[in-house]
Nanobody, 117 residues
């Protein structure tokens, strides 16, 4: 059974930082593509960042230079370090994994990030 469990969301002031974590189980973590997506109220879910292996990394233009995605294979965990947060970053953030063979995707339950003064 595949499980993705996010943590680390919360309320932060503009310009602040948060780090999200996603602990994975039930997958061969080091071979899967891992990613973070977000969905703001009334908007479609959008890609934030993805990582495959340790060097194939992709960011949405809106977060480049502010967010950093990374993985710890020993802990089967993917992180999203978010700096210089803006109110428009407010959303539910979802962890995602994708099999490199079947392309089947799995999702976490989401964690709320609210950027507000």
């Amino acid at each position: 059974q595949v499980r993705l469990v996010e943590s680390g969301g919360g309320l932060v002031q503009p310009g602040g930082s948060l780090t999200l974590s996603c602990a994975a189980s039930g997958i061969n973590f080091s071979f899967y593509a891992m990613g973070w997506y977000r969905q703001a109220p009334g908007k479609q879910r959008e890609l934030v960042a993805t990582i495959t292996g340790s060097s194939n990394i992709n960011y949405a233009d809106s977060v480049k230079g502010r967010f950093t995605i990374s993985t710890d294979n020993a802990e089967a965990t993917v992180y999203l370090q978010m700096n210089s947060l803006k109110p428009e970053d407010t959303a539910v953030y979802y962890c995602n994994s994708e099999s490199p063979i079947s392309r089947v995707q799995y999702w976490g339950q989401g964690t709320q990030v609210t950027v507000s003064s």
